[in-house]
T-cell receptor
């Protein structure tokens, strides 16, 4: 049973560019959450997708957008990249979205913006 | 608004010694509380969670945490540290059921 997978593992972009990160949830999970983890800090919640809708959003600008597909996989898009967007981006999946349900995290995508 | 503080960005213990990692939270409603562990170059793994059942929660790898409402704390303990416990530990709180707020993390080093 595959866990949460993310692609790519590493990415280098320049300021102003756009990036798309991908996440496949654990089998049987229908909810995907995205987090940004800057170096030396805890993860910060970006948003959560359930039934192809953005259900909740953290304090991130509109440059951060996402999508969930019918197979529950998800994409995170970041436009007009800034140096400060350099971070580890984590995807987590769960079933139903209730907090009692354990979130399973992927290994992350490390984004470097130059 | 919910928030989490973790006292001590770095904790060092000797192998076999008690591990105590501190977590205090603020929440306007009864919270759900979590401890996650992150090994180098990996994602986060859930150690344990408090969801308003028993106040003493047992997790994986011999860890446990006690919810103390009066102290707004959820400290993580393990009686005897093992070298494999060296990692980054994050405490998290959730009020709404979807939005998790993580603390800044505590790096645990285990000395031989």
């Amino acid at each position: 049973d595959a866990g949460v997978t993310q692609s790519p593992t590493h990415l280098i972009k320049t300021r102003g560019q756009q990036v798309t990160l991908r996440c496949s949830p654990k089998s049987g999970h229908d909810t995907v959450s995205w987090y940004q983890q800057a170096l030396g800090q805890g993860p910060q919640f970006i948003f959560q997708y359930y039934e192809e809708e953005e259900r909740q959003r953290g304090n991130f600008p509109d440059r951060f957008s996402g999508h969930q597909f019918p197979n529950y996989s998800s994409e995170l898009n970041v436009n007009a990249l800034l140096l400060g967007d350099s971070a580890l981006y984590l995807c987590a999946s769960s079933h139903g979205g209730a907090v009692q349900e354990t979130q399973y995290f992927g290994p992350g995508t490390r984004l470097l913006v130059l | 608004a919910q928030s989490v503080t973790q006292l001590g960005s770095h904790v060092s213990v000797s192998e076999g010694a008690l591990v105590l990692l501190r977590c205090n939270y603020s929440s306007s409603v009864p919270p759900y509380l979590f401890w996650y562990v992150q090994y180098p170059n990996q994602g986060l793994q859930l150690l344990l969670k408090y969801t308003s059942a028993a106040t003493l929660v047992k997790g994986i790898n011999g860890f446990e945490a006690e919810f103390k409402k009066s102290e707004t704390s959820f400290h993580l303990t393990k009686p005897s540290a093992h070298m494999s416990d060296a990692a980054e530990y994050f405490c998290a709180v959730s009020e709404s059921g979807q939005n998790f707020v993580f603390g800044p993390g505590t790096r645990l080093s285990v000395l031989p």
